[in-house]
């Protein structure tokens, strides 16, 4: 896989996430279950190592 072709993919996957995230957050109200906030504590934190792979994707290029 090229670095291009990698970048369109995180990218894919990064908007994926958020789109997730989105979600999420909209639909989450005061009284949240228990699997409310472990999805969005997943979903935070495969956006944070997204992000980091992103990071160190640039730094090489």
Do not use: G, P, W
């Amino acid at each position: 896989m090229t670095k291009n072709e990698r970048i369109r993919a995180l990218k894919k996957e990064f908007k994926i996430l958020l789109q997730k995230l989105e979600r999420l957050l909209k639909t989450t109200n005061r009284q949240n279950s228990i699997d409310d906030v472990i999805d969005l504590i997943q979903t935070f934190y495969f956006v944070y190592h997204k992000v980091s792979d992103c990071q160190k994707l640039v730094s090489k290029l």
